[in-house]
């Protein structure tokens, strides 16, 4: 020993990761009401990993092998599989990323979730991986439901003023849906003859301030109108997107086979109408897929269960 004082730098990695992934640029995501598509993409392992042989694929430090090593074709099946006639398909779960893994290499690819440096993508939160619209994100494993303008809600009426109701929408802040976006032609004064406390509604965010405070319509989107009857369930918002599945497929699979109607929002609720035994078995496949959404099979899964509960019913 010399007596110097020698700076601790194993620690640098992770404190510059974290710095990076709470200042860089995070994306929004963006899902339709009923939809959803995924393609192929290009992705890599975690960040600055190295593979034995003296390689590794941090910023500044990546070789064009390594891209090729770990080419993926990720579906919305849940399964990761690698490209490439010799390398056959490996059934994996939902790949759960740390902020600042490494996600994918390209410009203009990241989406939600995720920050780029240098033509790379990395994850920005806490999440599971996913590959939607030609853009890799990151869906976080739970919290509120941060509104988007253009979204498509499920709200509760939790007071009643004179020009405007006052709406829970499971998200930070009640919004105000004033009676020029409603549905109806209504009266300053006559707002309890439409809607009243508990009343369920499905509305459209007309707009977000900086804050996430936001204001409802009713008068944008498709089926926005009072809610009558069936029952509201809730789930993870950040699973609305594998409950919708790809170009609708899995919510369409649960209403073919239950006959019931479902309205799914993207802040998490879902209102489920039908027969009262349906409507139990509609909600159980969901609550199935909100508890199991990271898993390979899911869809496979869901399709079984639907078929012990309901039989020949189509």
């Excluded at 392992?45 to 090729?68: A, C, E, L, S, V």
């Excluded at 409950?243 to 879902?270: A, E, F, P």
Aim: hydrophobic content about 35%; overall charge positive.
């Amino acid at each position: 020993m010399d007596g110097r004082v020698r700076p601790f730098r194993f620690f640098l990695p992770m404190v510059r990761g974290s710095f990076m992934a709470n200042d860089r640029n995070r994306g929004r995501r963006r899902q339709d009401w009923f939809g959803g598509d995924g393609r192929s993409g290009n992705f890599a392992g975690p960040r600055d990993r190295d593979d034995g042989q003296g390689r590794r694929d941090g910023p500044g430090q990546y070789d064009r092998r390594d891209r090729q090593d770990r080419r993926y074709d990720c579906r919305d099946d849940g399964r990761d599989r690698p490209q490439g006639r010799d390398r056959p398909a490996v059934e994996q779960t939902r790949e759960v990323v740390l902020p600042g893994d490494l996600l994918a290499h390209g410009k203009n690819i990241g989406g939600p979730g995720t920050y780029t440096e240098n033509g790379v993508v990395y994850a920005a939160q806490l999440g599971v991986r996913t590959f939607q619209e030609g853009k890799v994100s990151v869906l976080p494993l739970g919290g509120k439901y941060m509104p988007i303008a253009g979204d498509e809600v499920i709200g509760k009426v939790l007071d009643v003023n004179p020009n405007f109701w006052l709406v829970d929408i499971n998200a930070p802040y009640p919004a105000p849906l004033h009676i020029d976006e409603s549905a109806w032609q209504v009266q300053i004064g006559e707002t309890a003859k439409y809607l009243n406390r508990g009343d369920i509604v499905a509305v459209s965010i007309q707009s977000v301030d900086v804050v996430k405070r936001s204001k409802l319509t009713m008068k944008d989107g498709h089926g926005m109108r009072k809610l009558a009857g069936g029952m509201v369930m809730e789930v993870s918002p950040s699973k609305v997107p594998r409950i919708i599945g790809k170009g609708g497929s899995m919510i369409s699979m649960i209403k073919d086979r239950t006959g019931c109607m479902i309205l799914v929002g993207q802040n998490g609720r879902m209102w489920i109408d039908g027969e009262p035994d349906m409507i139990l078995v509609a909600a159980e496949a969901i609550g199935m897929i909100d508890r199991n959404a990271q898993q390979s099979g899911l869809t496979d899964a869901v399709q079984r269960f639907l078929e012990e509960r309901t039989g020949s019913r189509r």
